[in-house]
């Protein structure tokens, strides 16, 4: 199970996509350890840099992800702007039969404690991600790896035709564990462009450029990532000069950002979706009436338009237009508009009436009175479920909103009706990442108890299936059961923003929100 991020930033499974829009003090770094001529750069985010520690794999079965965005890890593999996946670490890959693949390794790669990467090291490091991540260790399609020289061989349980697409998740962090090291020492035993110089969780992280680096030179010498309290912090701090970029800038700081003309804001669409998160196993909330009717209730186009500056696009299907499998033209979407007489009678005809004259409604003793949790730095989706409150009020549902700095442990405990979450919800570009994610009924992070025998099935055939096409038919499938069950109501579709001082050259946003600092980001002297 996840572990509780800490408290002065919680981020919720695949970095939630933060929305808050407070105030607080923020400050501008030194540049200790700078010389006079170093280029330095200053990236600032309010949630990004969450990582609690330095360790790969351990503890927190996402911190290669969170890693990686100080531009000192690597996978063998990266995906690009359509999520097709390119040789990283590794020079390419062949598929020898089905259960078998080889991948063959650069020669050039050295950790940054000198030692050299080979398929033996490769082979040490993923088999201690399993034996220490929990995510990984579900992985039950890995059988097992062997290493000859610079050539990984892969064996897996069955069929897998998107293996390059699986080893570009960060989960598969390539780190030196061919002996036992302290990853939390002040050093880093990683491979990309740049090196750890110090580490302040939640506070400040400082990298220093690789000399030794494989590939081309680092542009900078050294760069800070700065945890910034909140949006209008953020927003006043690349105004001033304090930082030179917000990764990412989210929809409360949009407008002020856009009238600046020193201000590039470069924009992807995501995979990324808002979504509510039922608890099938409670009552009120386990008819499908209830989660219909509340569904009807989402105002989705002035959640885009009002709340979030058109930072997101409205949704009444699972995954964004941007995915080959996503969209709605292929589903029969039932609920299609805001509709608040819909949903009362809906509730009408499953039998709910007022009983007691106090305003909500109940059935067979039970009263839809309903607690949803929502995260207190999450502002857009708290106005959204405030929003949502006061419609709901007016067909009977009272919703009472609990804000609270980490959701995780509630989540996992089912101590809630209805979780507002929000996930990269195909961040390595396949269709049976989130499904396995959230639809599969024995995964972990399945918080709500849905549990459909088909999907089961179907998901297990996406995972055995070679044909793109035929995957995706299989998602197909998969997302109008979803949306006839209505475990979760995805409302919402991000695109990913990211502000930066007009000073920065070479930076790409990439819509998995994989990677931040690379060694081509520049910044002009």
Same mark, same amino acid.
């Given at each position: 199970m996840k572990k509780t991020i800490a408290k002065l930033v919680s981020l919720m499974m695949i970095v939630l996509f933060l929305t808050s829009c407070g105030k607080a003090d923020t400050k501008a770094p030194d540049n200790t350890g700078a010389t006079a001529g170093d280029k330095v750069v200053k990236l600032g985010s309010t949630g990004f840099w969450c990582n609690e520690d330095m360790e790969p794999a351990a503890g927190d079965v996402w911190n290669g992800w969170y890693i990686g965005y100080y531009g000192i890890s690597q996978q063998l593999f990266k995906l690009n702007e359509d999520f097709n996946p390119e040789p990283?670490?590794?020079? %390419?890959?062949?598929?020898?039969?089905?259960?078998?693949?080889?991948?063959?390794?650069?020669?050039?790669?050295?950790?940054?404690? %000198?030692?050299?990467?080979?398929?033996?090291?490769?082979?040490?490091?993923?088999?201690?991600?399993?034996?220490?991540?929990?995510?990984?260790?579900?992985?039950?399609?890995?059988? %097992?790896?062997?290493?000859?020289?610079?050539?990984?061989?892969?064996?897996?349980?069955?069929?897998?035709?998107?293996?390059?697409?699986?080893?570009?998740?960060?989960?598969?962090?390539?780190?030196?564990?061919?002996t036992e090291v302290d990853y939390n020492d002040g050093k880093d035993y990683f491979t990309g462009p740049y090196v750890l110089e110090s580490f302040s969780a939640f506070d400040e992280t400082v990298v220093v450029k690789n000399d030794n680096y494989w590939g081309e030179e680092p542009k900078l010498d050294r760069v800070h990532f700065i945890t910034i309290a909140d949006d209008e912090s953020a927003a006043m701090a690349l105004e001033n000069g304090e930082i030179d970029m917000i990764y990412p800038v989210n929809s409360g700081a949009v407008g002020a950002i856009n009238d600046n003309k020193n201000i590039i804001l470069d924009t992807v669409v995501s995979n990324r979706g808002d979504f509510l998160d039922f608890n099938l196993k409670h009552a009120a909330t386990g008819d499908i009436a209830v989660r219909r009717a509340i569904s009807m209730c989402i105002d989705r186009e002035g959640f885009a338009e009002k709340i979030c500056n058109n930072a997101v696009t409205p949704s009444y299907g699972i995954y964004s237009e941007a995915l080959p499998f996503g969209g709605t033209d292929k589903l029969d979407v039932s609920i299609k508009e805001l509709d608040v007489d819909g949903a009362k009678k809906e509730l009408e005809n499953a039998g709910y009436k007022d009983s007691n004259g106090d305003g909500t409604l109940d059935k067979g003793g039970v009263e839809l009175d309903i607690n949803m949790i929502v995260r207190s730095k999450d502002t857009g989706m708290i106005n959204m479920c405030e929003d949502l409150s006061s419609r709901l009020s007016e067909i009977g549902i009272k919703l009472n909103i609990t804000q609270m700095e980490n959701t995780a442990d509630t989540l996992a405990a089912g101590d809630y009706d209805i979780a507002s979450s929000s996930y990269a919800m195909a961040p390595i570009g396949t269709a049976d990442y989130f499904a396995r994610l959230k639809f599969k009924s024995d995964s972990e992070l399945n918080y709500g108890g849905f549990a459909n025998n088909e999907v089961d099935s179907l998901i297990k055939q996406m995972e055995e299936t070679e044909n793109t096409d035929e995957i995706n038919e299989l998602s197909y499938k998969i997302q109008q059961i979803i949306l006839d069950n209505v475990p979760y109501v995805f409302y919402a579709h991000t695109n990913f923003v990211v502000a930066i001082s007009d000073r920065i050259v070479g930076y790409e946003n990439n819509p998995t929100e994989y990677y931040c600092l690379d060694e081509y980001l520049d910044i002009k002297q």
């Open positions: 990283w670490l590794a020079l %390419g890959s062949e598929k020898i039969d089905e259960c078998t693949w080889e991948i063959e390794l650069r020669d050039d790669v050295y950790f940054h404690n %000198g030692e050299k990467m080979t398929a033996e090291s490769v082979k040490n490091c993923f088999e201690r991600t399993i034996k220490v991540n929990e995510r990984a260790a579900a992985e039950d399609w890995i059988e %097992g790896f062997s290493a000859e020289g610079q050539i990984l061989t892969v064996k897996t349980s069955r069929n897998i035709a998107t293996l390059p697409n699986s080893f570009s998740d960060p989960l598969w962090v390539v780190y030196y564990a061919d």
